[in-house]
């Protein structure tokens, strides 16, 4: 077995390098993330060189067997419950990056015939497809929280039936909602944030191997066998652009950001609706803390993360948009700070998600505070002017009649349903007896009898459909399932 050089590039070059500057540019602390995609390609990448009779199989059999015993070494391997858990080695060398890394240890491992392995590609393509593969696998992951998370919130709607609450808008009471109304816009949200994250996932799903450091690899490679071997759709069409392609980094950040944004709007309505003027909902314990002063204080810490994380995970998109602005063609050391963006965002968002997940099952909802919000403040006054519209009063006069009525009413403490009829022809003399039953809390609902409204009948409706939405996500994604204690595991060491 022969010494193996410091350097994957030490030929060229006589002078040691400065010591800062060496640790300084070294990205083996953060890209050691990419264990198993290194592997994965590596293999795809002997199989390839197979093909190419520059391996025999004797020799791929061997690096493969290689590369699977640092994997067993250095990677928590998947156990049964109750089983103690083999604990891997930690990933202690004096490697460059992980390229280095993987190619010292199958050296160590095999000997020289692990040399052979970096044979028609460079470093400029792995990692161009280690990102891939890592960010291909970790939206799966983070697809399938986003699943359990909108499979929490439609338990939820069905739990709540036909509860009502105020909705708002520029946070002022705007009309009566059913509490599953509510829920389920959240569910949208997340099924888009899905779909964004499947977009990114079909649009990176090309295999860069075989694009060389910039130009092709020198050898007469079949590059659809390391393709097909990762389960990529194709090829990359340009040796250029897959080692400098750093688009689907941004665009994965970019979907995170929108999950941050709606984990966001949902942790603030939480945050609010908890608060005594509100008194919406019970905080789970589980997901509170107290105050080291106040013993009476129970505090929103997990909504208030949730809403500060978005900064990190927007913070991560932005870093890379700045890194990528005017490089030149084709692969820059640049490159290297796009990595840690996507380690800590991956992570942020996983941890966020799956505990996003566990909180929304927890919450109390106090729907009879709920109703009651919704019984003052005049929120029937788009029914009652809709009373109108069915009398034949043009929408703009019925406004101005309801407006008229509301003021009367304010003036004397009353809301609609308590005027008189004798008061309300007052203000028109299309008011009858009936005006009554068209504004109570059920008909104030059910007037909004439209796809996508508030009508009970048109929500029962839609929470069938949200839950055969949610269930198809589940269906697809339900198998990334990480195991019980290496579920916690991996989405808290996402990219450590």
């Not at 009948?457 to 949200?466: C, G």
Request: hydrophobic fraction near 45%; glycine fraction near 6%.
């Amino acid at each position: 077995m022969s010494e193996q050089p410091l350097k994957m590039w030490s030929g060229r070059f006589r002078e040691p390098l400065d010591p800062v500057f060496d640790h300084w540019q070294r990205s083996f602390k953060f890209d050691r993330a990419l264990l198993s995609q290194e592997a994965a390609a590596s293999k795809a990448h002997a199989r390839a060189l197979l093909a190419a009779s520059i391996l025999n199989e004797s020799e791929f059999q061997t690096i493969v067997d290689g590369l699977d015993s640092i994997l067993d070494r250095f990677i928590q391997q998947p156990h049964k419950l109750g089983e103690k858990p083999h604990q891997p080695e930690a990933m202690n060398a004096d490697a460059e990056d992980i390229h280095h890394f993987v190619e010292m240890k199958l050296v160590e491992a095999i000997g020289d015939l692990g040399l052979k392995l970096h044979t028609g590609r460079s470093r400029n393509e792995q990692i161009a497809t280690d990102l891939r593969l890592y960010i291909r696998f970790r939206i799966d992951v983070l697809i399938a929280h986003l699943g359990a998370w909108a499979a929490a919130l439609v338990e939820q709607a069905k739990t709540a039936g036909d509860a009502v609450m105020p909705s708002y808008t520029h946070l002022q009471r705007a009309e009566p909602v059913l509490v599953a109304h509510w829920l389920l816009a959240y569910v949208e949200m997340i099924l888009r944030d899905a779909s964004r994250l499947e977009d990114c996932a079909r649009r990176l799903n090309y295999c860069p191997l075989g694009s060389g450091a910039v130009a092709g690899a020198t050898l007469s490679l079949d590059r659809t066998i390391a393709a097909e071997e990762l389960s990529f759709t194709a090829p990359t069409a340009n040796s250029m652009d897959a080692t400098s392609d750093r688009d689907f980094v941004l665009e994965y950040l970019q979907a995170l950001t929108f999950v941050g944004l709606h984990a966001s709007r949902f942790a603030e309505e939480m945050t609010l609706f908890a608060t005594a003027e509100f008194g919406f909902i019970e905080l789970p314990e589980a997901f509170s803390t107290g105050s080291s002063a106040m013993p009476q204080k129970k505090n929103p810490d997990l909504t208030e993360l949730v809403r500060g994380k978005v900064g990190r995970i927007n913070g991560a998109a932005q870093t890379v948009t700045l890194l990528l602005k005017g490089l030149p063609l084709a692969y820059n050391k640049d490159m290297q700070e796009t990595q840690e963006p996507v380690f800590e965002a991956t992570r942020t968002s996983h941890i966020m998600v799956f505990l996003l997940a566990k909180f929304t099952a927890a919450l109390k909802f106090r729907t009879d505070r709920m109703k009651a919000a919704c019984e003052s403040g005049y929120l029937n006054a788009m029914a009652a002017a809709t009373y109108l519209v069915y009398k034949g009063v043009p929408f703009r006069k019925a406004h101005e009649k309801i407006g008229n009525a509301v003021r009367f009413g304010l003036e004397s403490g009353r809301e609609l349903g308590k005027l008189t009829l004798d008061e309300l022809k007052e203000f028109g003399r299309e008011f009858e007896q009936d005006f009554y039953a068209a504004v109570t809390l059920e008909a104030t609902l059910d007037c909004h009898d439209v796809i996508g409204g508030t009508a009970r009948a048109r929500v029962r409706q839609a929470l069938a459909e949200a839950e055969t939405r949610v269930k198809a996500l589940a269906d697809i994604y339900g198998a990334v399932s990480l195991g019980n204690e290496e579920q916690h595991h991996e989405v808290s060491h996402a990219g450590a």
